[in-house]
């Protein structure tokens, strides 16, 4: 009656990597169809990329990447390099080319006889396009 896992003989099909999907295609209804309102309009910029971008990171190494066409920003902890380049994309509108992710723990410190720990969090740098530019580090 039922035939054996042995008996039949499992064939696979080759896999072509032009078929197979990026993951930037896997993600990219993702945050569409997270977002429960409809308030999100072409005009207004995304909730959800306020909350990937945490601040812009203000240091002089950072200026100095700056020059390179390289912006820091800090981010969520849960947030992916996708996730980033979206928000960057919708809030500055700029093309972005690459995206470095690091992650930070937080300094222990001492205060007195207090001991504790500063929060983690985690770096973006991100790379733009030629002849895309964000003037976050004018005037500091």
């Known amino acids: 009656m039922a035939t ?3 008996e039949k003989k499992l064939v696979k099909k080759p896999v072509d990597k032009k078929e197979a999907p ?5 993600y990219s209804d993702q945050t569409a ?9 072409v005009g207004e910029k995304s909730l959800t ?3 990937v971008l945490v601040k812009p990171m203000i240091t002089e190494k950072a200026a100095h990447l700056g020059t390179e066409n390289k912006y820091v ?3 969520s902890l849960d947030a992916n390099k996708i ?6 994309n919708s809030i500055y509108n700029v093309k972005v080319e690459k995206v470095n992710l690091i992650r930070c723990e937080g300094k222990a410190v001492v205060r007195g006889r207090v001991k504790g720990k500063r929060k983690d ?3 973006a740098i991100v790379t733009l396009a030629k002849g895309n530019s964000i003037s976050i580090y004018e005037g500091v």
């Open 73 to 75: 920003f800090m981010v």
């Open 33 to 41: 169809s997270t977002t429960k309102t409809s308030k999100a309009k």
């Open 22 to 26: 990026s993951m930037k295609d896997l």
């Open 83 to 88: 996730e980033v380049a979206k928000a960057v």
């Open 4 to 6: 054996s896992i042995t």
């Open 49 to 51: 990329a306020y909350r």
């Open 121 to 123: 969090f985690k770096k």
